[in-house]
Structure formats: structure tokens, C-alpha cells
């Protein structure tokens, strides 16, 4: 099983960046896909989620009309748009699997915010 990010790096306020997760090793189209973050010396946290056919998205309030979540289940992979990037943005971002029983996370892709 793989989870592998791509996509991160650095960034000036206002701008944007799109992460992909691909996936390897377990149906993916059978499992919900969440991105999170977590900023030093901050909690993980939740950033946005999609279900398995990607009909329902949630969003934690802070990214709220500006990142998007979405998957491609033919190409096993979930991007996170993330537009109007905020210096508190800066994270590691961290995509999950999840089915009930099981979770998956790949390694993480540093995301910075900075001019």
C-alpha cells in the first residue's frame, strides 16, 4: 500500500498550489479520502475530505472557499487545489484512506507560505 504526495513547496501569499495524492495497492475507488495538515507545534487537523465517489466534500472553516478537494478514481489519485494561500497555511500536508477498519497516510508534503 502507497500513499505518496506530491506537489508542495513554497509559495508567496495570495498565490496557489495543487496537491496530488496517488494511490497504490488497495481499491481505491472504495475509499474516502481526506487531506490534513499540521503545523509546528500544532495538532494534525482536518483540512477537507471526499467520499468514495466524490459526491460529498467537507471543508474545515479556515480554507472555506478557497481550497477544493476532488479524485480521479480511474487515476487513483485526490488533488487538493488551494487557492489564496495564507501564510497560515504553512503546513505539512498529509493525505489519508480511509474505510471503516482500515487507514492508510502517505508522508507528507511540506507546503510554505512566505514572501
Known amino acids: 500500500v502507497q500513499l505518496v504526495e506530491s506537489g508542495g513547496g513554497l509559495v508567496q501569499p495570495g498565490g496557489s498550489l495543487r496537491l496530488s495524492c496517488g494511490a497504490s495497492?488497495?481499491?481505491?475507488?472504495?475509499?474516502?479520502m481526506s487531506w490534513y495538515r499540521q503545523a509546528p507545534g500544532k495538532e494534525r487537523e482536518l483540512v477537507a475530505s471526499i467520499t468514495n465517489k466524490g459526491g460529498t466534500t467537507n471543508y474545515v472553516d479556515s480554507v472555506k472557499g478557497r481550497f477544493t478537494i476532488s479524485r480521479d478514481n480511474a487515476k487513483n489519485t485526490v488533488y487538493l487545489q488551494m487557492n489564496s494561500l495564507k501564510s497560515e497555511d504553512t503546513a505539512v500536508y498529509y493525505c489519508?484512506?480511509?474505510?471503516?477498519?482500515?487507514?492508510?497516510w502517505g508522508q507528507g508534503t511540506q507546503v510554505t507560505v512566505s514572501s
Open positions: 489519508r484512506a480511509y474505510t471503516p477498519g482500515v487507514v492508510y
Open positions: 495497492g488497495f481499491s481505491f475507488s472504495s475509499y474516502a
